[in-house]
């Protein structure tokens, strides 16, 4: 499928579901039935960045902010392992407070005591923070592109480039780390040729996973006023993903379950995803993650629910990368 066929594919409703059919077979193909868990602990809603869209911006000082200390997340990561949630992950804002040792450190304990995989999703570092904590034993990293239009990102990203944060993505697939990107659907300023773009994108970075999401507004930021995307479209999106990318990790994500509390995650299992993130961040400090409003809380038991009702499996291993580079790297995943 070339980047005209996308663009056709996204401007056409899918009312007769072959889009859906064929990302779902193509996901059975290439990924199996397994759905494969990931245990988010969003540890930290400080951030230095400022994204028009996200309620953890620096300038949002209507957020009351948290830090969970270091030993409490290495406990928390513990006890989700003993769940049997194989991978682990640290999510949190721009927030330097967690210097680079800290992080190390906490990576450190969690590996040892545990063989669960641990995804980073921690934002713009220097690259001598991700190669100390890949040495620690990260195995993922997570960090949307967000949009693959440079124009839009600028605006939306103030101080930051489409380039700058592509250049960290290809410096961290370098270093080894299986890595995740990731676009919003509906963005404000977006265009169906920019989505086309992203799904574009994702293929050629030879992505390990990627995280697709509706745009939601928050109601503290400058983009509370906009609608938010589309339900449809961002499962076109993740079914074009599925088609184009074959065997790339594709979460259900936490904002398409937003939009439809009752079938999102459920819709998006059937139209290509393989993954599930149960949000297992302490209630006191989940209320206060306000990326976008009325989040979804996913939890372990709602992700196995939907799983049975989509008859696939619940993956009881890692889930790690199904790309051929890093067959080479770890023969027995
Ligand atoms: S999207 Fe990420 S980097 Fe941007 S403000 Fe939100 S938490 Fe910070």
């Not at 994500?253 to 299992?269: C, F, H, S, W, Y």
């Not at 149960?278 to 979804?296: A, G, L, V």
Request: aromatic share 6%; glycine share 6%.
């Amino acid at each position: 499928m070339d980047r005209d066929e996308i663009l056709h594919y996204l401007k056409t409703s899918n009312r007769n579901g072959d889009l859906f059919q064929k990302a779902d077979e193509t996901r059975k193909k290439h990924c199996g039935d397994k759905v494969h868990l990931r245990g988010i602990i969003e540890f930290s809603n400080h951030c230095c960045r400022n994204c028009l869209y996200c309620g953890l911006r620096r300038d949002n000082k209507k957020i009351k902010r948290y830090r969970m200390p270091p030993q409490e997340i290495v406990a928390l990561a513990l006890k989700i392992a003993r769940k049997g949630v194989k991978t682990i992950v640290l999510q949190s804002g721009d927030d330097f407070w967690y210097k680079r040792k800290t992080i190390a450190s906490i990576i450190t304990n969690i590996k040892k005591q545990t063989d669960a995989a641990i995804t980073l999703s921690l934002g713009e570092r220097p690259l001598d923070h991700y190669r100390n904590w890949r040495d620690a034993g990260a195995d993922r990293y997570l960090m949307r592109h967000e949009t693959a239009n440079p124009n839009l990102y600028e605006m939306l990203h103030p101080g930051k480039s489409l380039i700058e944060r592509l250049s960290l993505l290809s410096a961290l697939k370098d270093m080894g780390y299986q890595i995740g990107a990731g676009n919003i659907v509906g963005i404000p300023g977006q265009d169906l040729k920019d989505l086309a773009e992203d799904i574009w994108l994702i293929k050629e970075l030879d992505s390990d996973m990627a995280g697709i999401g509706p745009f939601i507004p928050q109601k503290d930021t400058p983009l509370s006023n906009c609608p938010p995307g589309d339900l449809e479209l961002t499962l076109r999106a993740l079914a074009l993903i599925r088609i184009t990318s074959k065997n790339i990790h594709l979460p259900a994500t936490t904002a398409v379950a937003t939009l439809d509390r009752k079938e999102g995650l459920l819709m998006a299992l059937k139209a290509g995803a393989n993954v599930i993130m149960p949000d297992f961040t302490p209630q006191r400090y989940s209320q206060k993650y306000q990326i976008y409003d009325n989040k979804q809380n996913i939890t372990l038991d709602m992700a196995k629910a939907v799983i049975f009702k989509a008859k696939r499996e619940t993956g009881k291993d890692k889930g790690d990368s199904l790309k051929c580079r890093h067959y080479k790297r770890h023969p027995e995943a």
